[in-house]
């Protein structure tokens, strides 16, 4: 089992950058492939970006194509979520999620992912 935990939320006005990280705790992480999810007030959560727990394979969300890059560090157990011009509409609560499947894709759908964090706030202003 492993335990998420997001930070790097806040506020940021629109066209800004962020960086969100999550860092696990426990065994598997580097087996894992891990995805970031969102959900604005009134939404359904929803796929971000996933990356292969070996890394070389990663997926985004056609939203957030060309503005947003998930990486990781197994040697760290973290995972991160560079996000670049940003917009109103990114607005949201953000999750780091863990999926222990070793799939050969990346999963997008929610229900795909075995363990979840707590989540951090992003929001961002005109």
């Known amino acids: 089992q492993v335990q998420l935990t997001e930070s790097g939320g806040g506020l940021v006005q629109a066209g800004g950058s962020l960086r969100l990280s999550c860092a696990a705790s426990?065994?598997?992480?580097?087996?894992?492939?891990m995805g970031w999810f969102r959900q604005a007030p009134g939404k359904e959560r929803e796929f971000v970006a996933g990356?292969?727990?070996?890394?070389?394979?990663?997926s985004y969300a056609d939203s957030v194509k060309g503005r947003f890059t998930i990486s990781r560090d197994n040697a760290k157990n973290t995972v991160n979520l560079q996000m670049s011009s940003l917009k109103l509409e990114d607005t949201a609560v953000y999750y780091c999620?863990?999926?222990?499947?070793?799939?050969?894709?990346?999963?997008?759908?929610?229900?795909?992912?075995?363990?979840w964090g707590q989540g951090t706030q992003v929001t961002v202003s005109s």
């Open positions: 426990g065994r598997g992480f580097s087996l894992y492939n």
């Open positions: 990356i292969r727990y070996t890394g070389g394979i990663t």
């Open positions: 999620a863990a999926d222990r499947s070793f799939r050969s894709a990346v999963a997008v759908t929610a229900h795909e992912y075995d363990y």
